[in-house]
DNA sequence: CCTATATATTTTAAGCTTAAACTTTTATGC
DNA sequence: GCATAAAAGTTTAAGCTTAAAATATATAGG
């Protein structure tokens, strides 16, 4: 006859684990849709773009040789017709090619124009830096011990075999 | 569209502070976007809805009374016309009323229903174990230090002084 | 009272996102 | 060769999200 009804009443310092991983997924959530709001807002306002432009921009960044759609919506881990979307719109507005593949008749490679790399290259410095100001107040020290954390917390959960060394 | 700029930037264990805050702001993007698509999933599959209606239903949840159009947006920190078209939604399913306010006539109050409080109910106790789940590499020791870390590594920005402990 | 301003909310336009259905092309099994 | 399955992409329908514009009401100042 403890504490039933538990959930309803606050959560302190001492609460059981479940309470314990709640009150950290809350954290999480907040922490990063802030900050995912903020770079959301900087990239309209300074770069006029969006964040999932840049996102496929990355990608495309570290492969010359561009990805094919499916790739690129595999290293992304969205979906297929999410990328079609993006991509099509980054075309319009001549960031990226989209070509044919010799053969393969169904696969298309996508690349990043020369302005586009140039633009990405540009706005990529500046996004560190927007990082490293949003996150100021955490030390190094800290923010390796938190990758740390997350790191092994995370292991076991969906691991991806994709074997990319940059996930 | 998780870590991208990974290795754009050739980053080490020991690199340069920015370099730190941005392997950290990867992690938690990583992270977050991978239990919060999980969430979405189960929450279709277990109870047809979606996490925004979630988050409404848990808002309105802990006050009895209801809340203003206004006040819901600026709990969960989102646009009016965001909570517009969510609201509009559960009223259809009947999970929540929209009702007007005596005084203005302009605002409207938005409480849950009856059934609207028991499915929630029953939704967040099975929500809790997901995270629980979710998170159980996490011990809650490092939990409870991440949340620290973070805290008072955030608390600077864009402080709320709302003093929710859900927020 | 009248005008200006602020507040509460909805509407609109554009884009993101997904799952599911669909089209086309390639690979496989007999 | 032919049927069938698998793979690559696109399309579609539904919903989420925001900024900006629009609507309606409330509040203040003169």
Redesign the pocket.
Known sequence: MIDLHADILEMDEHSAPEKQRLRLWLRLLKVSRYIE?EL??RL?KQFN?????F?VMAALYRRKGGL??????AA??????????????LVTEELVV?EP?P????????CLTEIGRTDFAHMAAVHQEWINELLAGVSTEDAELVCQLLDSGMAADKNRPTGDKDD
Request: glycine share 8%.
């Open positions: 709001s959301r807002e309209r773009t969006t964040l999932p432009r996102d094919k759609m499916s790739e690129l919506s992304l881990r969205v979906s297929n017709g999410n990328v079609t979307g993006i991509v099509e719109r989209r593949i053969g393969d008749r169904r696969a298309m490679r996508v």
